[in-house]
Nanobody
Framework: QVQLVESGGGLVQPGGSLRLSCIAS????????MNWYRQAPGKGRELVAA????????NYADSVKGRFTISRDNFKNTVYLQMNSLKPEDTAVYYC?????????WGKGTLVTVSS
């Protein structure tokens, strides 16, 4: 069965760093573009970062550009989100998403809280 399992969330102070991981199983990982979304309380879902199947191209939301880095390891079936210079407005549940030609898979999310 298909699974996307996120980890690495937690409480961090403003200016701190955190690395999220998403381990995929049950499908051919290398055939899927991978994305990180986030949902803050009272706000809509936002696409944070995206990476192509080979990992050769990435895109970021303007709000995180220069601070976040998405990467993937197709041998480990894992996508990462390195988050630096974190701000309170980055507080949200972060979701891993796999986007294929006809199928779309979602993880259950991991909570990131940025607070003093």
């Amino acid at each position: 069965q298909v699974q996307l399992v996120e980890s690495g969330g937690g409480l961090v102070q403003p200016g701190g760093s955190l690395r999220l991981s998403c381990i995929a199983s049950g499908f051919t990982f290398s055939l899927y573009s991978m994305n990180w979304y986030r949902q803050a309380p009272g706000k809509g879902r936002e696409l944070v970062a995206a990476i192509t199947r080979s990992g050769g191209s990435t895109n970021y939301a303007d709000s995180v550009k220069g601070r976040f880095t998405i990467s993937r390891d197709n041998f480990k079936n894992t996508v990462y989100l390195q988050m630096n210079s974190l701000k309170p407005e980055d507080t949200a549940v972060y979701y891993c998403n796999a986007l294929g030609t006809t199928m779309n898979y979602w993880g259950k999310g991991t909570l990131v809280t940025v607070s003093s």
